[in-house]
């Protein structure tokens, strides 16, 4: 008898204590299931990613059938009115990436890595755990080779993680606003090597924003991973996204040289808001 309450002792001990470890396997694989589906894409059909801030918003993307939702730190700009991606907090992208991740998307759900949270490899990671707990499929950093080592600290602990070469918004103010890059060979073929540290460091894709199409198609064809362009010509990447406000024509006091918007909501917005306004203040009491 004693010997069984041993026994059981024992297996109580060893499930509760395997328990975190065999739902975060289960976990991760689910992530990976997604990030390596993404991946497989490269060479046989392109990819199209959108920006989501919202849960709304990111059921409406999902029915439309697009692969990849960004939970960019544009929403910095977008949603929360700053002039640039670098006042966007963590706090800011937990937030977010939890009501985009509440729609429970069939596409990827990918969180990005606000300005200050990816300074080491360490802290890094614990910024992609937090994401991942949010309820991201994967997460994004700007920069290349010296964000290798910290790529491949996120990659080892089951992490999918996704490059953004190129313009890096993050890096604005120092650059003095949004240029294109590549445009030189020195340009392009530190853009190259950027790449293949990125891929050889574990990235599942890299977005390339602001490259001339020229470079972004030597780019594309260097590397075994998807690129997702933006600001890179239509037909250089092995996909494209988009800021869902730019698309939406929806926040007209900002719009890039490259946005193809399908829609203009702004004005239909304050047509709807104006006769509200009106049915309101002139229905009688
Ligand atoms: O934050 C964002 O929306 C982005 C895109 C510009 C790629 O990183």
């Known amino acids: 008898m004693r010997l069984s309450y041993f026994y059981l002792l024992i297996f109580a001990f060893a499930f509760f204590h395997l328990l975190p470890h065999t739902l975060l396997l289960a976990m991760y694989l689910q992530f990976s299931a997604k990030a390596n589906a993404l991946r497989a894409t490269k060479g046989h059909r392109r990819i199209s990613a959108l920006t989501a801030y919202d849960y709304p918003s990111a059921r409406l993307l999902d029915e439309a059938g697009i692969d990849l939702l960004l939970v960019g730190d544009s929403l910095g700009m977008v949603v929360l009115g700053f002039p640039d991606t670098t006042h966007v907090t963590l706090e800011h992208m937990l937030h977010h990436t939890a009501a985009v991740a509440r729609a429970k998307p069939r596409a990827l759900v990918l969180g990005d890595m606000p300005i200050h949270t990816y300074e080491s490899p360490i802290q890094a990671l614990a910024t992609a755990k937090a994401l991942m707990h949010a309820g991201a499929d994967a997460v994004k950093l700007e920069g290349g080779v010296e964000h290798a080592e910290t790529v491949r600290t996120i990659t080892a ?58 470079s972004a198609t030597a780019i ?66």
């Not at 089951?158 to 003095?176: D, N, S």
């Not at 890059?181 to 990235?203: C, H, M, N, R, S």
């Not at 829609?263 to 229905?283: F, K």
């Open 157 to 214: 602990a089951g992490i999918p993680v996704i490059g953004h070469i190129g313009m890096l918004p993050q890096h604005v103010i120092e650059e003095g606003g949004y240029h294109k890059k590549g445009k030189t060979p020195a340009a392009l073929q530190q853009l190259l090597i950027d790449a293949q540290a990125l891929t050889e460091a574990g990235v599942c894709a890299m977005v390339m924003e602001s490259i001339i199409p020229s």
């Open 220 to 285: 594309t064809k260097s590397v075994p991973v998807p690129t997702i362009g933006i600001g890179c010509g239509e037909t250089t990447c092995d996909g494209e996204v988009a800021v869902i406000t730019d698309l939406l024509g929806s926040f007209p006091w900002f719009v890039p040289p490259f946005a193809k918007p399908e829609a203009q909501l702004a004005p239909q917005i304050i047509a709807a808001a104006r006769a509200y306004h009106q049915r309101v203040i002139t229905a009688k009491i």
